[in-house]
């Protein structure tokens, strides 16, 4: 370009930026630190025009240079963080914010509790009102170690309690730990976003006190309100605490459906099978087998004994009734042409009769009945079993071998 | 001329005389007690005394700043830069006669001292930086953010938010913040009129004073210098004595963003020559370092090329004139010789002589190589054969390293120095904040780069590359011989090369588009880009300038057979 010789400030900044850039992605934390020396008179200059500016800029890479480099220290970072602190009111909470993670990655819990008390008593202005989002995080992350004092402060009147001791300062100490936490967590999830760990530690503290009803609202809402992003966790927390709380299987089935919609390939699609499977309604047997047949899909289960044998049970189940081959004949069609290479190979039938007897047998039973009893799988694994003189294997050849037309009808 | 005290005021020794007998400073128009005890009649013959107003007393202000004009700080820039040229060897008469000379020539050429100051233009600006009332009301002043807009200066410094802000608050009829007395004028000038004195027109102004006394150093050279921090340019206001209080416009007209170009500088110069009036300046001859058998000679050595090339670029340089006295000598005003360029000429025959003897296809350099690696490879006695390949590989080795240093140095570049600037006082305490916070982030960081410390400025050398004979692994060409590449023909020794390539048919015109040719469209032989790259960062300029530097000289050299017809295809037989 006509401009390359032309050096001025700011190519000359952006050039040393890539520099640092270039050394931070490489690790060299002390090439980083040198061209972050140049760097840094960047901050006279006011470039409230771009997007990000210097001072942001410094604070993220000197926080990675100091976390990283060897000769850094805990004393250097704070000293650096609470420079930064001042270096843009803009940025106040979420540099605080910061910081607290950080003094939570290193264990220092005390200090990032005063940080973060410090940073709830902050105003400035309309910056206080501007920045509200973040401070309600301040807030919900005091609430969150108020929780953790108040677990600590559980397990010690719990020993003490199969002692026989009761403290009463103890307890009450407990129950200040329980307010404050409340408080804050309460709040935070009100507004719609990802907060797992907040809504954990408050339900935990509403069963803990037994306000089942309060928990059962916030976990409804944070699993069902269309304004909350969707979070498969959110499903998975609500049927936990439904299945604590003794639930029926239908609110159980209705807790898990919205999960096997966003997560097919989550580990409870086989309680979710489970229950489906032995439902009297024929839909929710239906449903039962896309759960399971739709949870192999993915590679991640295609060892999982515990699946096989729920697929198999329903399978044998289905053809023993000679009611409802359909069900298999639309799941396998989508499937047939890929999963015998995926699932059933010769090789797949060495490998599983060698490491997972009983995970063979599951899948055998399935590969014997959607294939034919002259399928790889099925010949390699029942010839294995009946050498080796197992009954089941026997059983299984013979179960197979008078079903044997049921894959002509599933193939169509 | 014989009173030698320094000024109270400003410290110079720049003394002149009122008509009353009494010594008046030059510098800053301050008025000695001190009369002229000896008459001298010499000195009233000689000097081209100007009676000066005496309206302008010079007043304490209440910060302990006294009123200060921009000139008069132009002033001291250049005093400052003449003084590094001294400490680098440059002959001390260069500041007392020459530059002074000129400098004073354009003070009464635009009309900023000895002459009548124009009363119409009397500077109404108050030199206030506090927020004070005006005093006139003057409807028409231009308002801050106006001022602001006219400068031409690049930088960041207009796009200012900080300023921006504090002026928005400001009302029209508030005073302009500057700290000299003119800072506002100086902004507001029609720069068609006079040639309104610029920071990188003070290095235009040393080069015209080294050009003049024919010293040995280029102007890229001159700028390299300057870049490397030997020549005070970038924080030179620093070095103010502290009653000149610099805010305001002030900054916009003495700090500077970014290093000025080699254009920018030289046509600068050209046009303050003749803005001067000067005569012709003192002739180049062969025995001058700016005539091109020298340069070239030196640029040979620094390119790792072989001694016997000189022979050769002699010839061109004769064959088609340049180096004439009168073609080399500058005569301002003359719009009909083209402006030399003469370090960028002696790098373009360089590669025109290159291009005669290698061709630089990508093809014929390469033949030629294998030849010569052949004949060293069997013959070891004589001298060994120059080997264009082995040359190639390595300055391409040496240059990339050098370059990869030199970006490296420019992105570490600092720009800021201690003397903190503020446009107005009331940012004066959120600038000394900053200041001190970068101040102490350096410090935390500098720490943990690990060893590296900034070095101190290495000594300024004339050679960014060097080559030693000494070196046993061959690398040093210098002695090599040509005999691989030239044949004897009728006594004469010619290049065995019979082709030749131009660079363009037709030369541009270059008032138009400013350029002779255009390098950027053209796709040249990797070879030739190699050349042009090598000179161009020795040169720190682009290598479109020596490309048209280089068409210049094929044209001059083929002028006859171009103005044959010629078939489209641009290969000549020589």
């Known amino acids: 370009s006509s401009n390359e010789h032309k050096l001025n400030f700011k190519k000359s900044k952006e050039a040393c930026l890539s520099y640092i850039q270039d050394a931070l992605l490489q690790k060299q934390w002390k090439r980083a630190a040198e061209f972050l020396t140049c760097y840094v008179e960047s901050l006279e200059k006011d470039y409230s025009r771009e997007h990000i500016g210097p001072s942001e800029i410094i604070w993220r890479i000197g926080t990675e240079i100091l976390w990283h480099h060897s000769q850094s220290n805990m004393k250097e970072f704070n000293c650096f963080m609470e420079q930064m602190k001042t270096l843009g009111v803009k940025r106040y909470l979420r540099v605080c914010l910061e910081h607290v993670f950080h003094l939570l990655c290193n264990g220092q819990i005390d200090e990032a509790y005063q940080n973060l008390s410090l940073a709830e008593s902050w105003r400035f202005g309309e910056q206080t009102a501007i920045q509200d989002k973040e401070m309600k995080l301040i807030q919900a992350y005091r609430g969150l170690l108020d929780y953790y004092s108040w677990s600590k402060q559980k397990n010690i009147l719990l020993e003490n309690g199969e002692d026989g001791f009761s403290d009463l300062a103890v307890e009450q100490e407990m129950h200040g730990y329980f307010r404050k936490a409340a408080v804050n967590l309460k709040e935070i999830i009100k507004i719609p976003g990802v907060w797992d760990v907040f809504v954990k530690c408050y339900v935990d503290l509403l069963e803990f006190y037994g306000d089942h009803n309060e928990a059962r609202q916030v976990l409804n809402e944070y699993a069902y309100n269309s304004k909350f992003p969707a979070n498969p966790n959110a499903h998975v927390y609500l049927y936990q605490f439904l299945k604590r709380q003794g639930e029926s299987k239908k609110s159980l089935i209705s807790a898990l459906k919205i999960l096997h919609d966003i997560v097919p390939s989550h580990e409870l699609m086989i309680d979710f099978n489970t229950m489906l499977q032995k439902s009297k309604k024929r839909k929710k047997r239906r449903l039962g087998l896309e759960v399971i047949f739709t949870a192999l899909d993915y590679a991640g289960w295609k060892e999982n004994a515990k699946a096989w044998s729920c697929l198999a049970r329903q399978v044998k189940q289905i053809v023993i009734s000679e009611k409802h081959l359909d069900w298999i004949k639309q799941e396998w069609n989508s499937r047939k042409d890929w999963w015998p290479a995926f699932h059933f190979s010769r090789y797949l039938a060495k490998r599983n009769w060698q490491e997972n007897k009983s995970l063979s047998y599951e899948k055998a039973l399935v590969a014997g009945i959607l294939l034919g009893k002259d399928c790889k799988y099925f010949k390699y694994v029942s010839h294995q079993g009946c050498k080796a003189q197992l009954k089941r294997f026997r059983m299984l050849k013979k179960f197979v071998n008078r079903h044997n037309l049921v894959y002509l009808r599933i193939s169509g | 001329r014989d009173f030698n005290e320094r000024c109270a005021q400003c410290s110079e020794v720049n003394w002149g005389l009122t008509d009353g007998g009494g010594f008046y400073c030059r510098s800053c128009h301050n008025v000695t007690e001190r009369t002229r005890e000896v008459v001298n009649t010499d000195f009233i013959t000689n000097s081209r005394v100007q009676t000066i107003s005496k309206g302008s007393k010079k007043q304490e202000k209440n910060d302990g700043g006294c009123e200060w004009y921009i000139c008069e700080g132009f002033q001291l820039v250049l005093k400052k830069q003449v003084e590094a040229l001294e400490a680098l060897g440059v002959c001390p008469q260069m500041k007392d006669e020459i530059l002074c000379n000129f400098w004073r020539c354009y003070l009464q050429k635009s009309k900023q001292a000895y002459c009548k100051r124009p009363a119409a233009e009397t500077v109404k600006a108050l030199s206030v930086c506090e927020s004070s009332t005006d005093v006139d009301s003057d409807p028409e002043r231009p308002s801050l953010l106006h001022l602001l807009s006219l400068s031409e200066s690049e930088g960041d410094l207009q796009t200012d938010c900080s300023f921006a802000s504090s002026v928005s608050k400001v009302s029209e009829s508030t005073s302009v913040y500057s700290g000299s007395v003119d800072g506002s004028l100086y902004i507001m000038k029609n720069q068609k009129e006079k040639l309104r004195m610029t920071m990188p027109m003070t290095l235009s102004f040393c080069y015209m004073a080294l050009l003049w006394m024919r010293e040995p150093i280029t102007l890229s050279e001159f700028l390299r210098f300057v870049v490397e921090g030997h020549i005070p340019y970038l924080n030179v206001f620093q070095h103010f004595p502290e009653k000149m209080k610099l805010c305001g416009l002030d900054l916009k007209i003495f700090c500077v963003e970014s290093w000025p170009v080699y254009e920018e500088v030289f046509n600068k110069m050209h046009e303050l020559a003749a803005f001067l009036d000067l005569p012709r300046f003192p002739d180049i001859t062969e025995s001058c370092f700016l005539h091109p058998d020298m340069l070239c000679m030196k640029y040979l050595m620094e390119a790792n090329l072989p001694d016997e090339l000189h022979n050769w670029t002699c010839r061109v340089v004769k064959k088609i004139g340049i180096g004439e006295v009168d073609f080399l000598t500058l005569t301002p005003g003359n719009k009909s010789t083209r402006k030399v360029k003469y370090d960028v000429l002696a790098a373009a025959v360089i590669v025109v002589v290159l291009k005669l003897l290698f061709l630089l296809d990508d093809h014929y350099e390469w033949l030629l190589s294998e030849f010569a690696e052949e004949r060293n490879k069997n013959n070891t006695e004589g001298g060994p054969y120059f080997e264009f390949k082995k040359w190639y590989e390595v300055v391409k080795h040496s240059l990339d390293v050098e370059q990869k240093k030199l970006d490296e140095e420019r992105a570490k570049y600092l720009w800021r120095c201690e003397k903190p600037l503020f446009y107005s006082v009331k940012k004066k305490s959120k600038v000394l904040k900053r200041r ?129 017809k010629l078939k489209y295809n641009t290969v000549l037989r020589k």
Not at chain 2, 445 to 462: C, D, I, T, W, Y
Not at chain 2, 467 to 477: I, L, Q, V
Request: net charge positive; hydrophobic share 35%.
């Open chain 2, 436 to 564: 001190q916070m970068v101040v102490n982030l350096q410090n935390q960081f500098g720490k943990l780069s690990g060893s590296v410390q900034r070095a101190e400025k290495p000594n300024p050398s004339s050679f960014q590359l060097s080559w030693s004979e000494e070196n046993t692994d061959g690398s040093c060409f210098h002695g090599h011989s040509l005999k691989g590449v030239l044949q004897e023909k009728r006594g004469l020794l010619t290049a065995m090369n019979p082709d030749y390539w131009l660079c363009t048919v037709k030369l541009c015109n270059e008032k138009l588009c400013g350029h002779l040719a255009h390098y950027k469209d053209v796709e040249f032989p990797q070879s030739y880009h190699f050349v042009l790259g090598l000179f161009s960062f020795l040169l720190r300029i682009q290598p479109s300038y020596i490309h048209d530097e280089v068409c210049m000289i094929e044209h001059k050299l083929f002028n006859k057979k171009l103005h044959k």
